[in-house]
T-cell receptor, first 110, second 115 residues
Framework: GQQVMQIPQYQHVQEGEDFTTYCNSS?????IQWYKQRPGGHPVFLIQ?????EVKKQKRLTFQFGEAKKNSSLHITATQTTDVGTYFC??????????FGAGTTVTVRA | DVKVTQSSRYLVKRTGEKVFLECVQD?????MFWYRQDPGLGLRLIYF???????EKGDIPEGYSVSREKKERFSLILESASTNQTSMYLC??????????????FGAGSRLTVL
């Protein structure tokens, strides 16, 4: 079964507002990756986090890996219409298969 | 840039037909994967291959088989298509080495409808 849970499944955001999507695992992860899939497109790699407590930023996107390496978050500030899409986290448990979350689908109200 | 090409973007097949989904990558990646994507379920791993002629079952292998005769090509086979196999199928590749250390590059996807 799916080892990585992602919430919320849907996020409707007013343009200019901030939001956060969360990723939780029942097991410790070696690393976590985030992907973005635009409507009609395919998942594209955004970032990878490896270290406990790691925080990385890409412009308005802030990614965090929890201290226990069991959870991660993606925070987007000042949401724009270009942020529309589905964001997936993918964690690597103790085996070698990436486990994807179900994704958070983001829509933006202009 | 790595390019992962899936041969068919859209397919419509009938129940019981044999279906081949082809995937080719051009960057000499060792690992290749087949996922299916369904609303609310995210990406679920069907099969993966870490080398030529090597394959391992993912989380949902039932009803599927795969073939990797050449490094660049990874095929997904539905021996007898069923309606519950209607889905988006995504192929991905990754460099070898430490598993999980490298990112996945996805193809554009193949949307299969089984009638």
């Amino acid at each position: 079964g799916q080892q990585v849970m992602q919430i919320p499944q849907y996020q409707h955001v007013q343009e200019g507002e901030d939001f956060t999507t969360y990723c939780n695992s029942s097991t410790t992860l070696s690393n976590i990756q985030w992907y973005k899939q635009r409507p009609g497109g395919h998942p594209v790699f955004l970032i990878q986090l490896v270290k406990s407590g790691e925080v990385k930023k890409q412009k308005r996107l802030t990614f965090q890996f929890g201290e226990a390496k069991k959870n991660s978050s993606l925070h987007i500030t000042a949401t724009q219409t270009t942020d529309v899409g589905t964001y997936f986290c993918a964690g690597l448990p103790n085996d070698y298969k990436l486990s994807f979350g179900a994704g958070t689908t983001v829509t933006v109200r202009a | 840039d790595v390019k992962v090409t899936q041969s068919s973007r859209y397919l419509v097949k009938r129940t019981g037909e044999k279906v081949f989904l082809e995937c080719v990558q051009d960057m000499d990646h060792e690992n290749m994967f087949w996922y299916r994507q369904d609303p609310g379920l995210g990406l679920r791993l069907i099969y993966f291959s870490y080398d030529v002629k090597m394959k391992e079952k993912g989380d949902i292998p039932e009803g599927y088989s795969v073939s990797r005769e050449k490094k660049e090509r990874f095929s997904l086979i539905l021996e007898s298509a069923s309606t519950n196999q209607t889905s988006m199928y995504l192929c991905a590749s990754r460099e070898g080495g430490a598993f999980g250390a490298n990112v996945l590059t996805f193809g554009a996807g193949s949307r299969l409808t089984v009638l």
